[in-house]
């Protein structure tokens, strides 16, 4: 079983930031992508953002682009999400998502586990 468990989150105004973190343990492979998704009410959870084993290759969601960077450190087996500029529709719960292999995925069907999710709430 792998455990997924992601920290950070909260309130914050329009144009603040935050740093989410996800630390993976259990019975990981061993060479695995990560990502984050994100879930706003009333909405399909997407892939925001998502990050290669090497961490040399990354994407990112429209939406989030040039806003978000995705990290991670493998000495620590934890990946990051680094939010700034953060915008009322930013509202969602985070979830911290792992897939087996180097590349990152960038669709929810490709991972194969999940963390609980962490609240990001942006006030106007």
């Known amino acids: 079983q792998v455990q997924l468990v992601e920290s950070g989150g909260g309130l914050v105004q329009a144009g603040g930031f935050l740093r989410l973190s996800c630390a993976a343990s259990?019975?990981?492979?061993?060479?695995?992508?990560m990502g984050w998704s994100r879930q706003a009410p009333g909405k399909e959870r997407e892939v925001v953002a998502a990050?290669?084993?090497?961490?040399?290759?990354?994407y990112y969601a429209e939406s989030v682009k040039g806003r978000f960077t995705i990290t991670r450190d493998n000495a620590k087996n934890t990946v990051y999400l680094q939010m700034t500029t953060l915008k009322p529709e930013d509202t969602a719960v985070y979830y911290c998502?792992?897939?087996?292999?180097?590349?990152?995925?960038?669709?929810?069907?490709?991972?194969?586990?999940w963390g609980q999710g962490t609240q990001v709430t942006v006030s106007s």
């Open positions: 990050i290669s084993w090497s961490g040399g290759s990354t």
């Open positions: 998502a792992l897939r087996p292999g180097f590349a990152p995925g960038v669709r929810r069907r490709e991972y194969d586990y």
């Open positions: 259990g019975r990981t492979s061993s060479s695995y992508a």
